[in-house]
Each structure stands twice: as C-alpha cells, then as structure tokens.
C-alpha cells in the first residue's frame, strides 16, 4: 500500500511539473511594422532630372514587402503606389494600426552637392522615445557595417515623429543632389540591397 502511495505521489509531482514548466515551443511574436513611403502622387518630393523621391521610396518599399517572407513580420503601408497620402491621413494610419514600429522613408537633397549620406530621424522627446532611439541606433548601425555612409541619429519635429503614438523612425536615404548617392538610391541593385538591410533589421527586432 506505502508503495502505492508513492506510485501516486511521483505521478502528482510529474504533472505539476508538465503545466508549470514553460513552453519552449509556445506562441510566436508577431511584429507589426508601418512603413511609410515618403510623399506620391502629385507630391514628387526631392527631384533630380528624371529622378524623384516618391519613385525611389516606392520603389524601396515595394521591395521591402517583396523581400519580406517572415509571417512574424506583418508589414502595412500608408500608401500603395504613386499616390497622394495627406500627411495627417498617414499619421492617422499609424496609430490606427498602433504598429510596434513606424519607418518613415525619405530622400535628402542639398543645393551643396558634396553633402551625403544617410540621416535617422526620431523624437526623442516623445513617449516612445526611447525606444525610438534605439531603434534608430541599431537600424543605422546595420547600414553603416554595410559600407553605407552615416550622419548619425537626430532629433527633429516631423510631423509623422511629433504625431505618431507609435516608436517612430524616419529615415533620409541618401541625396539625391549628390552624385554617389543618387547612383545607389537609383540603382535596382542598391535599392535591393537597402531593402535587404530592412528586411533583415525587422526579422532581428521581432
């Protein structure tokens, strides 16, 4: 009987143990990602010739949801194509979604054209700030061990920073006024690879 007893005890103590232990194979996070192709439509942005802004972050963007086959990274869009988005109509996306992240793609332009690089804008100074921030670092961070060269991670009062509820990053790709940059961000090949420095981003950060 004392033996039975401890039969029954063992087995009480394995199934406390089966729903304590955690699940290493438990649900997955899923991330949500806004990405924001900076103007379109009837907005062209920076323009240079035949090159302008809205392509360029179309193009980029497109890529972005192209290239991204994580079903733990859900991507949406404050637009789809060459068209116009009113700035206030973006943010309200934004936080109508209530994404964990907000990439807000942009081109520069200079009337110096010895200026490039890529410039990280957020607003340091709002709730998400912080984390904003640190996205920011990493993201720019990936493109600068890429080669890429980098301005650093700023401050400013962009709409889309100052509106959103959201950790917000916005990012300027380069210069369309300087002749090295205009030749990656107008390269298929460069594009793809900028997308690629995304894409790879968002997969860590899940």
């Known amino acids: ?48 010739n035949e090159f302008t802004e809205k392509q360029i972050t179309d193009a980029i963007t497109s890529k972005i949801k192209a290239l991204n086959n994580d079903k733990e990274v859900a991507l949406y869009f404050t637009r789809e194509g060459d068209e116009f ?9 934004v936080n109508t979604i209530k994404p964990d992240l907000m990439l807000s793609l942009h081109v520069n332009y200079n009337k110096l054209d010895e200026a490039s690089g890529m410039e990280f804008f957020i607003n340091k100074n709002g709730v998400n700030g912080e984390q904003s921030d640190m996205y920011a670092a990493r993201l720019s961070d990936k493109f600068k061990d890429k080669g890429f060269k980098i301005r650093g991670v700023k401050t400013a009062p962009f709409w889309t920073l100052t509106k959103s509820e959201v950790p917000a990053v916005h990012i300027e790709l380069g210069f369309l006024s300087n002749e090295i940059d205009r030749g990656y961000l107008t390269s298929d090949a460069s594009q793809n690879e900028i997308a690629g420095i995304v894409t790879e981003f968002l997969n860590e950060i899940k």
Do not use: W
């Open 1 to 48: 009987m004392k033996k039975t007893f401890q039969i029954l005890a063992i087995l009480a103590l394995g199934v406390c143990f089966a729903f304590s232990l955690p699940n290493k194979e438990g649900p997955k996070r899923v991330i949500n990602v806004v990405i924001d192709a900076g103007h379109g439509g009837k907005d062209h942005g920076a323009t240079y």
């Open 85 to 93: 988005t009113d700035i206030n109509k973006r943010v309200t996306t």
